[in-house]
């Protein structure tokens, strides 16, 4: 059974900086499938934030693009989302995707408040 688990999420000052993971268990490699992040703000849809591929490429939201960055490490089963430059609309919580199926994590809340 596949679990995902998000970790990294905190509060923090507009301009700061954090840095999401995921790691995946019960699946046999990451690298073989498209990873996402997503973030979901209170009364707002669920959006896509970045996705790398099974190739590696990666893309991103026009809101983060420049200020985001997704990576994976393949020996961990893990991506990660480092987030820079933070901005009060960034504040939402965050979830980690595998595939393009049902297999969501549980998120991690992200505020960016002074």
């Known amino acids: 059974q596949v679990r995902l688990v998000e970790s990294g999420g905190g509060l923090v000052q507009p301009g700061g900086s954090l840095r999401l993971s995921c790691v995946a268990s019960?699946?046999?490699?990451?690298?073989?499938?498209?990873m996402s992040w997503y973030r979901q703000a209170p009364g707002k849809e669920r959006e896509l934030v970045a996705r790398i591929t099974y190739g590696g490429s990666t893309n991103y939201a026009d809101s983060v693009k420049g200020r985001f960055t997704m990576s994976r490490d393949n020996a961990k089963n893990t991506v990660y989302l480092q987030m820079n430059s933070l901005k009060p609309e960034d504040t939402a919580m965050y979830y980690c995707r595998l595939g393009l199926g049902a297999d969501w994590g549980q998120g991690t809340q992200v505020t960016v408040s002074s």
């Open positions: 019960g699946f046999s490699a990451i690298r073989n499938v498209i």
